[in-house]
């Protein structure tokens, strides 16, 4: 994506049944957008954060709940951006 300038992010989503297809249309704007984009599944925001740093890419995009009724949380980590 020209504005993060991010080449590799990796997606990851929560329980809720509407994750799957969030994250599938994040999955389809980022790799429009130019990034290589790894698909992580159903995971915790802590895995996220080992796959953005362990594999070395420029960021990650997780879909959490934190508050188990009304808040939803998108973290984005970036690294060397």
């Not at 049944?17 to 599944?41: K, Q, T």
Request: charged share 20%; proline share 1%.
């Amino acid at each position: 994506m020209e504005f993060f300038q991010a080449g590799k992010v990796a997606v990851g989503y929560d329980v809720r049944l509407s994750s799957p297809a969030l994250a599938a249309a994040l999955v389809r704007g980022l790799a429009e957008g130019g990034c290589d984009v790894i698909e992580l599944g159903l995971c915790g925001t802590e895995q996220v954060y080992f796959a953005a740093f362990h594999l070395e890419l420029d960021g990650g995009v997780s879909r959490q709940q934190k508050n188990h009724q009304t808040m939803i949380s998108r973290w984005f980590i970036q690294d060397n951006i």
